[in-house]
């Protein structure tokens, strides 16, 4: 975009229109001495001076490309295929991922509807919606669905799902006079304990609108998905499953488990975790309560000379209808990142997705059987995992932590941060992207800190 500065005839005229003499005058109002504070800047830099003083600061950042990492926690780091960022940054979508306009956005409403096909054939549900700020907010809003299409107001939220999507449902219920009942299934008990189902037993009323759970939870575990729901099920509240999309490669998807709802956060397909953000939440439910989601469906259809079309189908918030029918009050989806899941699932197909799953699974496990046979280390649950496992550690998590880093490793997440009865545990997480030389390097290091030969913190 071309900068084009206000001329000295432009600036008079506008000071002639306020009836001001001078551009100075337009803050006399001010304090003198707040007019031009001192600043305690360095010298002006020239422009090549000012890349190379960038150039440094940025080098001293750590990046995923250059540093092995074993930090996972509801961010992952994947391959990308460079198709996805050649799509994305096309013009076309790059510029007008926001159909504010819907029906002359042919293009992006069709990426949209191959994005909820994909959804659809990935969780084993009938319908998905354009998709929802991440999967922290599609979360909370399918616990709110659940409530409204149950007419119920407790929610029953598993303690396994990660830490930071239940203080966003929270926040959500604050105000919606709903109750969150939180339990803990068998995620943080020995392997002997009951099984999930038979520990809700007691939980599970008819109060209850939704069990929500994670699939694999936040333990790294594998959930029974199915006979959680049929316990939910029997009490006539739904099953709210949050899954990692990765997992679903190897995993029997949570629809065709009976789940009623099903939601998860896109990241992982296609987009680097990027400090944080952007993401893209994935929902997807049953037929019979598509006029209850939230958020936004793109439908195809034919226009009047018969040839296909796409249109914004359902758009049930309150941007758009009345206030008291709106089911959300999320007024955009995630269009540019959902197109970056979109091209990545098409470029991988059913047989890549499972091949990444596979190499995820067979890399964890050779990671936790190598770490398990160190001294003071040993595997925190006897349960099943997909790609993240805890690990119980003998040296305080932290000072691990710290001492891989001193080795230029990432380390793990501290479990104790969210569950303080797992204060000795590190949750490690194992990706297509670790190589074996990685993870012997990681074992390595942790038998030396174990034995006090290590890095010190």
């Known amino acids: 975009m071309s900068y084009v500065p206000n001329t000295d005839d432009d600036r008079a005229a506008m000071l002639a229109a306020i009836g001001l003499p001078s551009l100075a005058s337009l803050f006399d109002d001010l304090p003198k001495d707040l007019r031009r504070p001192a600043l305690d800047l360095p010298p002006a830099a020239t422009e090549i001076e000012l890349r190379r003083d960038l150039r440094a600061l940025s080098e001293r950042n750590w990046d995923l490309d250059h540093v092995p990492c074993f930090l996972g926690a509801g961010a992952y780091r994947h391959f990308v295929p460079a198709v996805v960022g050649h799509v994305l940054s096309r013009g076309e979508f790059y510029t007008s991922y926001t159909p504010y306009q819907p029906e002359v956005s042919q293009g992006v409403l069709q990426t949209i509807y191959e994005f909820q096909t994909l959804v659809c054939q990935l969780t084993g549900t009938e319908v998905a919606n354009a998709s929802m700020y991440d999967g922290a907010t599609a979360l909370a809003e399918a616990a709110l669905m659940a409530a409204d299409i149950t007419g119920r107001r407790r929610i029953v939220l598993a303690k396994s799902v990660h830490p930071e999507y239940r203080e966003v449902l929270r926040t959500y219920a604050q105000g919606m006079e709903l109750e969150i009942l939180t339990v803990d299934l068998d995620g943080a008990q020995p392997a002997s304990s009951p099984s999930p189902a038979a520990a809700l037993a007691g939980n599970l009323d008819e109060e209850v609108g939704a069990l929500v759970i994670q699939q694999p939870n936040f333990y790294g575990c594998l959930e029974g998905v199915a006979d959680l729901a049929a316990a ?149 649950f006897d349960r099943p995992f997909f790609k993240e496992f805890a690990v119980r550690s003998a040296v305080p998590p932290a000072k691990v932590n710290a001492a891989l880093l001193a080795r230029g490793i990432i380390g793990g997440y501290d479990l104790g941060r969210s569950y303080p009865e797992l204060a000795d545990s590190i949750l490690f997480c194992v990706t297509e992207m670790n190589t074996r030389e990685e993870i012997d390097r990681l074992v390595e290091a942790l038998g030396e800190i174990a034995a006090g030969t290590g890095a010190s913190p």
């Open 232 to 380: 939910a099920h029997r009490a006539g509240a739904l099953l709210v499953v949050a899954v990692d999309p990765i997992s679903l490669g190897l995993l029997r998807p949570p629809g065709e488990c009976d789940a009623d709802i099903v939601i998860a956060d896109g990241q992982s397909l296609g987009t680097s975790p990027s400090f944080g953000g952007p993401s893209v939440g994935l929902f997807a439910c049953r037929e019979q309560f598509l006029r209850r989601m939230p958020g936004r469906l793109v439908g195809a259809t034919t226009d009047a000379r018969g040839q296909r079309g796409f249109v914004l189908t359902l758009q049930t918030r309150e941007q758009h209808i009345r206030r008291e029918r709106a089911t959300s009050n999320i007024c955009t989806n995630e269009a540019l990142v959902a197109l970056a899941a979109t091209v990545y699932l098409s470029a991988l197909g059913p047989g890549g997705l499972r091949q990444v799953a596979a190499l995820c699974a067979q890399k964890a496990h050779y990671a936790a059987q190598r770490i398990a046979a160190l001294p003071g280390f040993a595997l925190r």
